[in-house]
């Protein structure tokens, strides 16, 4: 295990390494506009959501490592305190690397890349038609991290008014993840594509506790057959099942290999009867 300080580092390898090492990130597409009303467009990895009530989300446009300038979104977020962020996705991804290109100042990142702006309804920058997901926020705050290059500005925004894509919804007015198609940044040149085989669902302990690792049998915890995830799955089951039942579930297996059964029930979600298959 490599282990070191940032201060041993130059900030380029430091940079390299967090970025290859935190991810995938979500990409804020950030639309804005200096105090002439000159539009830019600009996509920055640095960026979540933090807040549902109020709506926050924050990106920061980190001075540049190579120059130590500040980059244009921030300075005209500086000049009208307003953006929208646009998601990507896989349909405008390459569009969307277009945008990062370091055109001077003034150069419409509209025109260059061929998105399409579509007017605002409560902000004055320009949303990007292209995107499902687009959000009007005001800036809050911006706080800057520091005047070298590298150094990160939180540009920290309210939502006000959110346009989607109806076509991305499911059932239930919520954003169905199969079809929206987000892309995401990794380190050096690398993105990832939340689609498919890439995509899995994985039910969150909301208001329930599962019995967690240090209840189940030693011989369990300490088996050299289960991964880490089997034994997550296995304490996550909220209670102990009962010992008749899982007596009749080991009955119907008498003839086979206890471990590769309970692995392979894992693998059907079928946590209890795995359990029931090793205890």
């Known amino acids: 295990m490599l282990s070191i300080t940032p201060e041993e580092l130059t900030v380029p390898k430091l940079h390299q390494l967090l970025l290859g090492s935190i991810g995938p990130r979500p990409i804020c597409f950030a639309s804005t506009v200096d105090a002439n009303g000159n539009r830019n467009l600009a996509p920055f990895s640095f960026f ?10 924050v990106f920061s446009p980190a001075r540049s490592g190579r120059t130590g300038e500040s980059k244009h979104t921030h300075d005209n977020v500086k000049e009208v305190p307003e953006v929208v962020i646009n998601v990507v996705t896989y349909d405008m991804v390459h569009q969307m690397s277009l945008a990062s290109s370091p055109y001077a100042k003034g150069v419409d990142e509209f025109v260059k890349t061929g998105f ?3 007017a605002s309804d409560l902000v004055k920058p320009a949303r990007v038609k292209e995107s499902p997901v687009q959000l009007e926020c ?13 150094a990160g500005n939180l540009v920290i925004c309210q939502v006000l008014k959110l346009h989607i894509d109806e076509t991305k919804l499911n059932e239930h ?29 994985l039910v969150k ?10 209840a189940l049998p030693e011989h369990i ?5 289960l991964s880490g995830n ?20 080991k009955s119907q297996f008498e003839d086979k290999d206890a471990i ?15 359990l029931a298959m090793l205890w």
């Open 138 to 150: 005001k800036v809050n705050e911006v706080v800057e991290l520091g005047p070298n290059g590298g």
């Open 205 to 214: 302990p909301l208001t329930n506790c599962g019995i967690g690792v240090d």
């Open 48 to 57: 979540n959501v933090f807040s549902a009530n109020p709506p926050i989300l």
């Open 260 to 274: 590769q059964i309970a692995k392979q029930l894992l693998s059907e979600g079928k946590s209890k009867e795995a």
């Open 116 to 118: 399409t702006p579509i």
């Open 230 to 249: 089997d034994l997550g799955k296995l304490g996550n089951i909220e209670e102990v099942p009962d010992a008749s039942w899982m007596k009749e579930i």
């Open 173 to 201: 007015g919520q954003i169905d993840q199969t079809k929206i198609d987000l892309v995401a940044r990794m380190g050096g040149d690398w993105y990832c594509r939340a689609h498919g085989s890439a995509l899995f669902e």
């Open 221 to 225: 915890r300490l088996s050299e057959f």
